[in-house]
């Protein structure tokens, strides 16, 4: 009886033994996965901090091309008028250089006269 009651325990002990051989695995593949888990979870972090500050780089430059196509604009505009300015100019003058010439021709004729 007290062999039997011997084996038993070996038995036991080598069942129990071999669980807890098991369980010391699986226990290993859980702390694997949870370390990987905890890694990609860093990374993510990672990942989207920086697409935060990615975001707010983009903000700022989508700001500075709308204030660019705003000068842009205003620049435009004042070319235009600059050059109906320009424009206006040439002809006063080219209509004061007529008028100089008329008013030339105008003394000299007066000045046969007399």
Partial sequence: MEYEEDNLSEDKKRSLSQEVYSLQLVVEMRTGEVRN?????????????QAEIIKKKLGKSTSRIEDLEQQIKIK?????????EKCQLEMNISNTSKTADRMSKDVESLQWRI
């Fill in 76 to 84: 435009n505009k004042l070319e235009k008028k600059l050059s109906v």
């Fill in 37 to 49: 888990l905890r890694e990609q979870l860093a990374r993510a972090t990672q990942e989207l901090e």
